[in-house]
Structures are given as C-alpha cells and as structure tokens.
C-alpha cells in the first residue's frame, strides 16, 4: 500500500537543502512512495510542531536535519512513541541514554581536516614561507558543525606545517552570509596592513568566496590568498569564469546523495524490516579550478 | 428654493439612531454674513461637512444656482469656491507655519522644488492681513503653537486661497478678543468683496454684530431663517433652547470658607513666582490674554509641568510629589483648556471617559464594574444634557460642545474640593453655558474651591469672587468685587505692564 | 430629547438586535477575523479533510501556537500601552537557556521554572527603565537589549544548546490532563488572564489610556512611568513564561533555535488581531485569532504538503488576504 | 511682551547666537546623533587609531554602509508618509536574483540593472495597491509581500545562488572614480537626491502633511491615495537600486544571503536617525547618520576584534547608548 516518508530540513532555501531534499524526492518517487517535507527555518519549536503533524498524516518514517542537536532526544523518543523508523541526516543525533539515532551525513571534523591538509599542500607549493602571512578563520561560533569544519581545518594545517604559529591564525567571525563575509574580511584586512598573503578557510563556500572577493575588492593578486570552501554550493560562481582566484577549491559534498541514502534506508526498514545502518557517511570531492570545468560544470551549474 | 448661487435643498443626515439633519434647506447669498446657530449638537458642523464633500447627505442635494453638485472629495468643493474652517484646527505639527498656511498649494521653483522665498512672502502678506506677524514666524514649526495660534493657522489656511462661500466654524472658541476682532474686519472686508460667509458661533454677541441673516437649527431642524436686524441674545437663545435664558451669570451665594488652596512662589519654565490662595467656596477667576501663561499656571499647580521653585498645598498639607496623581490625591481636579488633546481618550465611549478618575467608585476587586460606572455617570451625563445615543458611544463621534462637557463630567464624578477649569465654556452653547455657570454657583456653595481661567470677561465678572490678572507668566494683579471690570482687567493683562519670565529664570 | 434614554430602549427596539448585540459584544474587526479563519479552515479542511479536522490534528494546531500565543497577548497589552517590544523572542532565548542551566545544575524543574520567569522579568525591568528613564524610543531600546540579551544567553551558554534530563519537567510539554494537553491548558489559562486583565481591570483600562494619549492618562492622575515599567515587565515575565514552554517542550535550552524571529510574528499576531502601533487599540481575543490564523495556515500548508518556496507565496498571499477579507467585510458592516 | 517676539529677539541678542543658529539647521536630534557618533569615534580612534582613522579604513565604513543607506533613505521616506515596508529585505533579494538572471541571459548589465529597477518598482507597486486599495494595514500587508517576494525569489533561482561573470557589471561593486569607489558615489549621490526630494521638493512636503496628518494632507486637495502608492514604488525601486548593488558587490544573485534582516537594519537606522513610526518626522540626514552609527560600530568591533558573543552585547549596548546620550544632550539644549 501507499507509504508516506516525511522529511524535515532546518534550512530549506540553502541550495545544499535544495539538492539534498531533491534527492530525497527523487527516490521516495522512485519507489513508488509518497513523499513530504518541510523547511523548519531553525525553529526548534516549529521541528517539533512539524513532527507532531507529520506523525498526525500518517507518514510511516521520518527523515530529518535537526536545527538543533539538543532536539536529538525528543525526537527520538517521540518517533520511538509513534514506533516510526527515524533517520538523521547532516546533523548527528543521540537518544537520551546517549546511543546514536542512524545516522547519514559526512564527518563535520574530517571534512574540515582534508581542507586543512589541502591549503598546507598549498601553502608549502606557493613558496610562501619568506611571505608575511596569516590565516583567517571565518567562523560561525552559533553553528555547532561550523565549529568543528573550521578546528578540523585549523588543526589539520598546524599539523602539517608545524612552524607555523597557532597565534597567526586570526578568528573572523561571520553570519554566514557571503555578504558579511566580504565585509569582515575587507575589515580584517584593513586591520593588518602588513600581512601580504592570506590563508582562509570556513564553514562554506559563502565565507571563503567572500573572503577571496574582498581581496580581491581590495586589490590583492590572486595569488596573495589561498582559501578552501566546504559544500560546493558556490563552485559554479567561483569558477565559471575561468580566471584565477584565491578561491582555490571546495570540498563538494553531493547532498542529494543524502537526501536519497536516507529515503533508502528509511523505506528498506518499512517495507522488509531491515535494521537501519548507525552511520552512513559520504565522502567528498575536490574540485579546484583544473578539474572544475571537465568533470563538473555540467552539474552544477545551471 | 431658487437662487443663482449655492444652495442646500432638503439635506437629511443620520448617524446610527442621531438625526443629524433634518430636511434643511438653506440658500447662501454673496456678499452676505449668514450665522448658523444652535445648541451642542444642533448638526451645525455636519451640515458644514456636507457642504464641503467629506460626504455626502442621505437626502437632499446641494446646488449651485438650479445644477445639483456631488463632491466626492473636499477637493472638488474647494475647486467649486468653498472652504471651511473647520470647529478643531488641524495642523501638521513638523511643517513650518508657512508650510502649514500653504500646503496643497505651494509655491513651485523649478517646477518641483519649494520656492521657500516666495513662500514666505506670501506667508508673510498672510500674517500681516490677520497682524500675526507678532505671533508667529514663517519658518517657526507648527508643532510649538498653542491652540489659539493653531486656529489661526486653521483660518489663514482656507481664507488665503479665496474662495465664493467661506464658512467659519466656530472660528473664535479659542481666540482672545483682540484676535476674534481682526478676524472680523477681515471677514467684513471679505463681505465687501462680494464673498459669501457662514458664520457658526455660540458667542451671541459676535452673531448680533456680524450677522445679516440668522438660521437656527434645533435637534437638526431648521427653526428658523430671517433678518440679524432687530435679533437680541436673548431673542436667539430662545429660538436655539427653545426657552428663555436669563440671568445668564447669577450666583445664589457669596460665602466663602476657610483656606483651601496655597500656593507660594510657584516657579516652572513658564511661570514666575506666582502666588495665590483660594478659600472654599471661592471662585477666584485668573484672566490674562492669550500665552499670558494661565494654562501653564494651571499645569504647575497640577504637577503637570516640572516646579523649579515654590510650594502648594491643600488645607495647609504640603502637596507632593509633583505629580497629577498627587494633584488629585490632594483633591485638586483639573479640565484642560484643549480636550482633543488633553483631556479625551477620543477612541474611547462617553462613560470610559467619565469614569476615569474614580477607579475606586466604578470597581470591585480591581476590576471595572460597569453598573457602578453607570450609576455614577448617567446621572451626571443627563444634568449636563450630553447628547448622544448612550454612553457607550465613542467621545470622538460626538459635536464638540458635547465632548466639553464630557470633560466636566470626569471631574463631577470626581468630586474634588478644588476644582481647576481652564475656558470651560469654549464651543459650549447658550444653554450650557447657563448650565454650567449654575453648576459653578452650586460647586462654589457646597464649599468647592474654583480656579477658574477665561478669555469670556463677563464670565469672570459675572463669577469671580476675586480675579488674578496674568501677563508674561507673572500676577500683574489681583482684583476683588466690586472692581473687578474689562478695563481693569484689560490694563492689566497688556504685556507691557510684566517683565518676561526668562529674565527670571536667567 | 435626552439621549440617555436611548441607552436601554435601544438593544429591544433594534430590528437586528441579535446579530447587532453580537457584533458589538466581539466587535467588527473580531467578527472579520473569525471569517477569514473560517475561510482557511474551509480550503485546508476540503484539501485534507481526513487529517484536519482530526482531534489529533487540531490538538497539534493548539500544541504548535501555544508559545506564540502566550507572546502574542502580552505583545498586545504593550502595544495598546503604546509600547513595542522587540527584544521579546531574544529574551525567550535568554530564559530557556536560563531554564535549562538552572535544571541542569540544580535537578530541580522548579527551580528553572523560577529562573526563567524571574530573568524573563528582569529583563523586562531592564527594557522599562531604559525607555521610561532613559527616554529611549521603544523600538530602538528594544532592538538594543535584543542584541544584548541574545549576547548574554549566548555567553551563558557559550553557544551550545543545553540538554534537559528531567522528566517532570519535560511533563509540561508532553503530558496531558484530562485528556488535554498541558500545554493548551496553560495557554487557555493565561489567556483567560490576559483577558480579564486588558478588558476588565482597572490597570488594564488604565493601560487603554496610556496608549490613547499619555498626556490625557497622566493628567488623569495615571502614574504613567510605574505603567509602563510594569507593562515591560509583564512582557518579560511572559516571555519567560514562553521560554520555560520552549524549554519543556524541545527538551533543551538553546539562545536562538526557536526564539529567533518570535518578536516579528508575536507583532503580526496582535496587528492582524487589530492593534494599531499608534496604541490605544487590540484586544486579547483579536489576538488570539491573529494567531489561530497563523497556526492553521502552518498546520494546513505542512499537511498539503506545499513544496517550501511556494510556502511562503501562499502564507503570504493568505495572510493578506485575511485582511482583504476581513476589510471588505467590516466595510459592509 | 508676547513670547515669540521674545524669542526672536533673543536669537539676536544670544552670546550663544552662532551655535544656535547651526543647532537650528541641523536640528537637535542631528546635533545630538552627531554627538554620539563622535563618542563612538573616540572611543574606536583611541583602541585602533593606527588603522581606525586610515583613509582605506573609512573607505571600508562607506562601503560597508552603502547598502543599508540607501534603504535606510528611502524608508525614512516611507516612514515620514506615515507607512512602513517590511518587504524591503526581500525586495532586495527579489531584484538581485532577476539583474543576475538578466545578466546570465543577456550578458548585459545595462539588462540586469532594468530588470533590477523594474521589478523593485513592480514590487513597490504590489505594496502600494495592497496597503492604499485593499486598505491593509501596512505591517501586515509588506509582511505578507516580503514571504511573496521571497517566495518568487526562490522560485526563480530554484534557490540557487546565480553567478555574474560580467566585469563591466562588477566594475560597480568594486570600481573607483576618481580614487574614491563608486559604491561611495552612489551612495552620496542617493543621498543628495533624496534629500533636496524630501527636504525641499513640493511632493516631499507634501509626504510630511500626508504622514504628520492626513486629515489636512486630505483638506488640502492632495491626492492621498497616489501619494501612498508612490512612496512604495519609490521604496521599491530604491531597494532595487540596492539589489543591484548588492549582485555588483558579491558577484552574484542569491535570494536570501545579504538581503536577509536588511528590513530591520533600516528601520532601526530611520527611527534612530529620528524618524516617529507614527509618521510626519524624520529626515534624511538623521538616517544617515543613524546608518554611520550602525557602520562605525561594526567596523570598530571587528578592529578591536571583540568575540563574536560579546559583540552583540557590545553592539545593543552602544545603540542604546548613542540614543541616551542624544536624548540627555538633547534636554539640555
Ligand atoms: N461621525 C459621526 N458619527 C456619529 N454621530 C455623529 C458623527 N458626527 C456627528 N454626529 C452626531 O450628529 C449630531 C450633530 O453633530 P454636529 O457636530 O453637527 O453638532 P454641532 O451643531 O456642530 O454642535 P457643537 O456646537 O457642539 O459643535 C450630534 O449628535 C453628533 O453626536
Ligand atoms: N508646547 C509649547 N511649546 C512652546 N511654548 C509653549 C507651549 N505651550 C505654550 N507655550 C507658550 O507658553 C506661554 C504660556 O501659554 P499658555 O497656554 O499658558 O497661555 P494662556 O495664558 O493660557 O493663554 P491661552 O490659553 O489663552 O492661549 C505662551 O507664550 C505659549 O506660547
Ligand atoms: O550550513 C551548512 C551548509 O553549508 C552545508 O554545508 C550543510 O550543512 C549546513 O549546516
Ligand atoms: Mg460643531
Ligand atoms: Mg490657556
């Protein structure tokens, strides 16, 4: 008969989401099952609220990003009351007793950490090293993930360029927005004149493309700044016009995949009972200005 | 009805279960004063709202000669030469004078800018018609203006644009007698010019020297259309109440009590130093031309206005703190010279406005009783005759006369022993007046002391048990029965005779 | 002919007396209200009849504008003081996180309970005595401890939402009693109160006053200041109050998930339940049928399952067109 | 002696005549901003006077600020009309999505800017019909219209962020003419024409009797209803101006980043530089002003690199500040 998955996404009009639920619908439609979701802004009462109404029309399993992981064990215990299979997507879970709720997504650290070891690679090639230089740490202090994308960056960097002095990394807080980016960025810059090269990393690609255009706005060579983006979500602006960037490339993630992974498991588990997996993770790709037009303009961009 | 110029033709209006009007026909002449007079609510001011198209009549129809006129905006009877000035003066409080004087109509530079030089030679030809020049700047924001000068504003604004059929709606309810007579050389000389003039007004005497035509309205009825010559006061008010009015200022006793009221070397930003005493049972009368400073005074005495200097008390306890709430806790009420703006709750009913300095007499438990309410109101609304279908009615619906004694009626339920009026009988008709001055008398001998501030000196010599003069925000004087006459008190009150209050404060 | 007469004949002698005794009892624009919302209900109930009129499903309406609602009715008490507060979604931040911190130290729901209530307060106090005293305009001071309060929530927190372990204190967002939610009891209560309040009281009264025209309210011996120092308080307080439900309900103290934005719907919730921002003017029922309105909108997009971007067309679109209607209706009245 | 000639003589005869006279033209509440503002430089000048006060620095300042001053001019506009347009965040997110867009498909930024001022306008006109016809109160009415725009602004993009190669096109965004960048240009170019419109054209006085009190702007003979619909085409043609802007800036159209809150940062720069919700007051150099405040506090909190949670208490605390140390200024003058 007809199954109904639900799926809630704490950001609905970030393109990641965008993708992400797409992928979802794709293969909820697939398999033939009926498929709803719906953006929740952040709200945590909203989550709440949704989840309630979701169970109400009868949705068989549920999907969800979490605006807040705290939300984890509520939840939990409301899809344990309402005995429909839960799936945690992007944001990691954990019932009370702190086991985890099946899980799809990527390691928020490890994915910060291959940035890290991409810019040191970078760094080291840019023969920079008689260069005044410093690294600006764009970061999102509100945003648990954000958080730990940019100390795995940071630590995978010191890691691999050990004289590099800790104190030399500069914290730029941002909105996360690209705006606010450039703006605290021009700022930054503004604020230490005698830095010529800049090395920045972020939560997303929204923070390091601002930092590369303020740069930029501020008249520094392309080759003055090196900064790695996460998602992929700006690669088409980045690098769609061919021309050298200090945008030098991003960790893309296909969120579709997770959108469609966690369908997939969700329907296995109704239809034949299958045991949801703990953890599925999805590893990323790293397009950079070489391989960005070959391999991936067609898909991203419009 | 013929005529070859404006007309009304059997105009009926009804609000709700009030009829307003009530098939009148009038035909207005050129060149000819015609006053419209009735009691609060008669539907003076909503026949004039139909003659300017803020809407329409149920029935009946305006004509211009034998040619039916629809005006859907005020602006179409603008264009067709009528202006109104209208009973509460509207002003735009951040626009200068000049601004507010010519707005609709500024003068272009460029074709889109202000011409601010013209402007203000225009503002200033404006002023000097009406001699203003000494009360306000071109450039000055409306918003500092007291209302006298806000009502002049009101009147500049529709006479500077001409017009064939001017109507004056109440025009000098809040104007000094200096300024009501240069209005009316200016609306003589409009008559000159041929202009056709409706003058509303319960001041009887200004109808008699103005009018060449009188038309009374009663309960929205037109009573009566005939020659000024020969009309007396008290020919009018009769056909206005209905009854005979006289003895308009009796007062049964003269007895006053021990001291009530003392106020010593009061000082704020606009007072200076004024000391005064009254006596239970006292009506002391406080007379002064307009800005002398006789609200201000009033406001200090109530903690309205911050005191710099100077001490009040009641029945020799001091009053404190500044505040209104001490005021009426200390048994002083005050009602405000301008009601639309302090004194009513416009958006509230007749009896919410009422009731709201006796919270304790209209509550159980904390909580509004409203049978209460009403046993303490109706009686009083119904002593005033306040017109209006029940008391739930909303304040800003009612004739302006109407809201006055809403005002009146707040302080009669409040019942305090010092009663501070500031001109409690602007906008109110004949036989209100008549009712509120009986109503002083019986406040003064039930031992109530009264403050009370005028522009109307027979009202002060026909009241006051003694008459401080006021000029520059100082007593010039203080005058006692029997001496208490215009010219006295006119001596007196001329600005020259005080120094002004900033040399004090300086 | 003396009008007061009038008053009791009138009701009897009226041909439409019923109809006209109701429209006076709930007030036009209230009546305009109820239509729209019946008009949301007929599309959404012929859309997903099945679901919507569900006891569960309106239950979970009730459930989803609890928190709303409790903001919604003190928003408009400020407002009709002549007021604006801005600050109240951050300080339902700063109270949940107070709740759960205080839980998650002391073990005791009581003592969170407390917590958010008396910090919700303060912080009301601290918005009061900065527009009365320091004559600040309502909406800038309000924005001003908006920042502040959501800083110190974060600072208390350190950004990390904290996870609450009691159970009975988790009762209060999902237990029941007589077979009704907690939640929906609190927020019949509170409305109960809030009504009785504005409309009944003399303080309430007083409130309408000091909205209509502060210089007619202190002249009439109203202490203007006390007023409205309390009236923030009685904000903060109910935003603490909220707060706590947040807390009860997400099972955690967070400094913005679920409080951000709340300011700006509480605001729609009491103009669309008739508040003008001038002040003077709402009622606690126009208010809660401003957030009936908004909760059965949410409740029927999630259940159509309209995709997200034309969501906010169609709330949009809706939410103007309750007003539409709701004029077109009064106009006629 | 009458009052008025009093004061007018003491104008003349006033040791402080020269102080007055400025005070008079600038206005208190200016004088006061100004006041503030000083005290802010002060304070930032002596933390980081080294970088605070370099030219590249206050050239950062106006960038930083161009966006939100000319939203903050033309919501001073609309203010002053007695309105307010809460659709003016999404406006902007609305046109820069359609002159990127424009852009993609023409390769024209003469296209993109059109299709930017256009739909602003369109936009603007929705508002104005909406409020002025449907008689909806504008709070709600430009609530629901800024859920709308948002909603066509997803759905044209598909919620994607839209790239702009052309350089002709980001010339604006970081192009400079004669030294100085040509969003600084803009900005005072905006600012100029908005001022000598509000301050001194006939149609602007006008906006003043419309909002300070639309009995007499009625009286008067002026179009009320016209005038309404066109202070939101103007509001939204202004927050087109800005999408674009905004588009030159980042390169790109994307509904939501940028654009989002930039509602309230305007109202909050109108009311601070002077503006009263109710309408009829506030001008265009109060609004900028406010918007400098707004610029200079975040650009000396990220000089003197305050953490990110104490800047939101910084940030409240200071404009709440600026407002009180104008008040107190302003009582004594
Ligand atoms: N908008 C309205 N709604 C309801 N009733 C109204 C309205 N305007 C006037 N009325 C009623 O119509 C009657 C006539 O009022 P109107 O203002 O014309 O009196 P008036 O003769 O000008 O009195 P006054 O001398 O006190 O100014 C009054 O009973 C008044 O309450
Ligand atoms: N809001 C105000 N701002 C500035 N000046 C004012 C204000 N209100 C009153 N004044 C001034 O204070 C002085 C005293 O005014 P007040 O109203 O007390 O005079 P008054 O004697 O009561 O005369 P009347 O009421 O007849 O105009 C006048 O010079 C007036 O212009
Ligand atoms: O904000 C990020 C977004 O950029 C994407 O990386 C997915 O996770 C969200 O939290
Ligand atoms: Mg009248
Ligand atoms: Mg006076």
New interface residues.
Partial sequence: DDIKIGYINKM????WF?AE?GGAKKAAEAAGATF????V??????????F???V???VKGIAIVV?????G??IAEKAKAAKIPLVAVDDDIYY?DGTQVPYVGMNAYNIGARVGDELAKLYKAGGWASKEVRIASIED??A?TCMQRNKGAGEAFLKAVPDFKPANI?R??YDN????A???M???L??N?GVTNWIFYSCND?GVL?AA?AL??AGYAPDQGMGIGIDG??A??AF??GKPSAFRGTMWLNSANHGALAVKILLASIKDGTKLPVQSFTDPEYITADNFASDYKAKL?? | MQSDFFSLDGISKRFGVVQALDNVSIAFRPGEVLALVGENGAGKSTMMRILEGVFGPDTGTVRHGSTPIVFGEPRDSHRAGIRVIHQEPEIVPNLTVAENIFVGELPRLAGVLLDWRKLEEQTDRVLATFGMQQDMRPRQLCGTLGPAQRQMIEIMRAIRAGGRLIAFDEPTSSLTDDEARRLFSVIRRLREEGTSIIYISHRLNEIIDLADRIVVLRDGRLVDDSPAAGASEQTIAKLMVGRGIDDLFTRETWRSGEQLLDVAGLTTDRVSDVSLRVRRGEVLGIAGLMGAGRSELAKAIVGYDRRIAGTIAMNGVPVLPNSPHAAIVAGIGFAPEDRKHEALLLFRSILDNAALCVPDKTSSFGFFNRRKALEIVSPLAAKMSIKAPNLDEQVSKLSGGNQQKVVLARWLARQPMLLILDEPTRGIDIGAKAEIYRLIDELAASGIGIILISSEMPELIGLADRVLVMAGGRITAELSRPDIDEATILKHAMPQSAPSPGDHIQ | MNSLELRASKAQTDPRGAFTRLVERLGVHNISLLVALAILVVIFGSL?GD?FF?S??LL?IG??IT?LGVLAMSQTVVIVGGGLDIAVGATVGLTTVSTAMAIQATGSPAAGIVAGLVLGGLAGLVNGIIITYGRVNAVIATLGTMAIFRGIA?IMSD?????I?SDTF?FI?IGRILGLPLLVWILVLTAIVFHLFLARSIVGRNIYALGGNPVVARFSGININRYRVGIYIMSGVAAGLAGIL?AA??????????S??LELEAITAAVLGGCALQGGKGTIVGALLGVAIIGVL??GM??T?V???Y?LLAKGSLLILAVVIAEYHLNRT
Avoid: W, Y
Wanted: one cysteine or more; aromatic letters at 4%.
């Fill in positions: 609905g009009e970030h393109p965008v639920v709803v979701s719906q953006d802004q952040f709200d945590s009462n909203l989550t709440i609220t949704t309630d109404t979701m109400g029309d009868g605006p807040d992981k705290a939300l064990p509520v009370q202090r509100k648990d500069l730029v807080p927005t690209m705006v606010n450039i703006d605290v021009t700022t930054t503004t604020a004149p929204d601002g255009r930029e706005n979500s700006r088409c602006e769609g016009s961009c419009h | 997903r679901v569900s569960r499903n979970n459930l989803g928190i974060f950004g990390q939402s904290i996870a372990f988790r967002g947040l309900r997400t099972g955690s103290g967070q400094p913005v998930s679920g951000q934005g949410n409740n999630i259940l399952s995709p997200t971007f969501q």
